[in-house]
């Protein structure tokens, strides 16, 4: 078996988890989801497999949670525009909240977010050492 981190097989089953993990963790929190939640979370889960493959083990654990921070955050923003202001299904509305662009996106949230892209990052490289075969994970902080 190849361990080729573009196995497509591999890239499905982290698509799947990924989206799966963010779908509970909305349904956990707010009692409701919707299946563009499952898809931009395993858009999220494997950008953050990719950041995390990409880098050595030399590179600052923090800077990897960042940038896969960045990316989850303009990935929450598009799908907002996509879903909430173009196509009006009104999954959700953050203009109530403080710091918010355009109600998709807000301060609050944003800043919850950071840990789950360091958990997704660790999470992703654990399972795929435990069931890929790749190499153990080493994180370097600073």
């Given at each position: 078996m ?6 497509p097989y ?7 988890f990924?989206?799966?993990?963010y ?5 956990l ?12 979370g ?28 960045l ?19 009104n ?38 050492y435990w ?12």
């Amino acid at each position: 078996m190849e361990k080729n981190f573009l196995m497509p097989y591999k890239q499905l089953f982290l698509f799947a988890f990924g989206g799966s993990l963010y779908y509970m963790i909305e349904i956990l929190y707010r009692g409701y989801s919707h299946w563009t939640m499952f898809m931009a979370g395993g858009i999220i889960f494997l950008f953050a497999g990719y950041q995390s493959h990409t880098h050595s083990s030399d590179y600052p654990f923090w800077k990897e949670t960042l940038h896969v921070w960045l990316f989850a955050l303009c990935v929450e923003f598009s799908t907002g525009c996509l879903v909430n202001l173009r196509l009006g299904w009104n999954v959700w509305d953050y203009s109530n909240l403080p710091f918010n662009l355009f109600g998709q996106v807000c301060l609050p949230f944003a800043l919850m977010f950071l840990p789950l892209c360091a958990a997704a990052i660790i999470l992703d490289n654990y399972i795929c050492y435990w069931l890929f075969q790749d190499k153990k994970p080493k994180y370097k902080i600073f």
